[in-house]
């Protein structure tokens, strides 16, 4: 019998929002951690995520404190820490001697005598850091999405389950999960509001995304990881980055079924001039599922027109809208619509709350939401893959695939694209390969 077959799994439930309703321990920044029973937090990846989710951390439970910090870039991620260290006092103990630089630098924080890691830093990285965090024997807040092709998934899926023999909580950044108008509102759907769930659709629809410059003195590798959110090899594009959260509650929908396989259309009709990558602007993607239904995701990001950030889910009675954290959550059945009431507690902080009740408990509850995360992660993969390709791309190929990499993990590594004398990036060519625009 496993381990944790007696265990309250919180996965997915209810639950999850009576742990904070019940919770007194919400605090204020300058509330300061005791000495007994605290839990000692470390952190890999300190950018504006990666200090949110400390912030969050801090936010939900008054006896945590940050020990330890890793990253590569010092002065982004020393400005970063200064602004923790102004709103939390001493509750950041990072100093010179705990806060290491450069891409091994999260070694040093898994060797270190903490209890959770939390893991930020850009897609990329995660599985390799997750694996060793599990064999380090951490408690783990994995950022999503997880991985950037299919030999990551396998990763995050093989330690996930290492992870759970172990008995160690891992709680993933899908914050969407963590809401309490989208858990009611999912609840209700699953004792049919709407009846049979038919399909649903995510959409992720705003502006450009970020874009930093090159600055003199820069090579290509210190570019591109400083302006990493517009290169594939380190983001695996915008469905995977943002558009996750809402495939990610059309898939909850579904009882986290797993796509079959998925066709996409995909390009960029105004992604252009410096500092954009190799990426797209536009994908549109059908995931199939071996029942018959299909699950649909749509992704923008063009400066100028409409935005919106919501999954639709529709039922053989009526349909549902879940937006992105808990900016709507509605039901609509019989020509009316039932609003579900939003949390008093951001989904931010909730996840937080979750994974550090679950380590307090010594086990007697336990969470961790690996299957979920590569489920949601896996389906973005493969929706940027079928999009690329131009082909019908299955769940199996998705996991078969392996990523470009750098030549090493170092500044002066050579990254996996190239731009030509003129500054352009190949970019994917459906039927074609990887070739210039224009």
Avoid at 68 to 92: E, F, N, T
Avoid at 228 to 246: K, Y
Wanted: net charge neutral; glycine share 12%.
């Amino acid at each position: 019998m496993n381990v944790h077959s007696r265990r309250k799994f919180l996965v997915n439930s209810a639950v999850l929002s009576a742990t904070v309703a019940a919770s007194s321990t919400l605090v204020s920044p300058r509330v300061h951690a005791g000495e007994n029973n605290a839990l000692k937090l470390g952190i890999v990846g300190c950018g504006g995520r990666g200090c949110g989710a400390v912030d969050n951390a801090l936010t939900a439970d008054a006896n945590v404190k940050l020990v330890v910090a890793a990253d590569v870039d010092q002065r982004r991620a020393s400005a970063q820490m200064d602004g923790l260290k102004a709103k939390w006092g001493d509750r950041i103990a990072v100093d010179e001697d705990s806060f290491f630089i450069g891409f091994d630098a999260y070694k040093k924080v898994l060797e270190s005598d903490i209890d959770i890691v939390l893991l930020t830093s850009p897609q990329f990285f995660r599985p390799q850091m997750f694996k060793e965090a599990v064999a380090a024997g951490k408690h783990i807040f994995a950022e999503k999405p997880v991985a950037v092709d299919g030999e990551g998934i396998r990763m995050i899926q093989e330690a996930g389950e290492e992870a759970r023999k172990k008995g160690l909580n891992v709680v993933g950044g899908l914050v969407n999960r963590y809401g309490a108008s989208a858990q009611e509102t999912m609840k209700r759907i699953q004792d049919g509001a709407i009846g049979e769930v038919v399909t649903a659709r995510g959409d992720r629809m705003g502006g450009g995304c970020w874009r930093r410059p090159r600055t003199e003195g820069q090579n290509e590798m210190q570019y591109q990881m400083t302006n990493w959110l517009n290169f594939n090899w380190i983001a695996s594009e915008f469905i995977n980055d943002v558009t996750i959260h809402q495939l990610d509650i059309a898939l909850w929908s579904f009882n986290d079924a797993q796509p079959k396989g998925a066709y996409s259309l995909g390009g960029r009709l105004a992604r252009r001039g410096a500092d954009t990558g190799d990426m797209y602007d536009s994908m549109a993607t059908v995931y199939e599922f071996e029942d018959g239904r299909s699950l649909y995701a749509f992704s923008r990001q063009i400066d100028g027109a409409f935005s919106r950030g919501t999954t639709t889910i529709n039922g053989s009675k009526g349909y549902a809208v879940i937006g992105n954290l808990e900016s709507v959550a509605s039901i609509f059945n019989g020509g009316k619509e039932t609003k579900v009431p939003r949390g008093s507690v951001s989904g931010y902080v909730v996840e937080h709350k979750v994974l550090i009740d679950a380590v307090r408990s010594g086990g007697e509850t336990y969470v961790n939401n690996v299957s979920y995360m590569t489920n949601s992660t896996g389906a973005a993969i493969l929706g940027r893959m079928a999009a690329y390709t131009g082909q019908y791309v299955t769940w199996d190929e998705m996991l078969a695939s392996v990523g470009d990499k750098p030549s090493e993990l170092s500044w002066n590594a050579v990254p996996p694209t190239l731009p030509d004398e003129r500054g352009r990036y190949k970019i994917a060519i459906p039927g074609e390969g990887w070739g210039y625009l224009d």
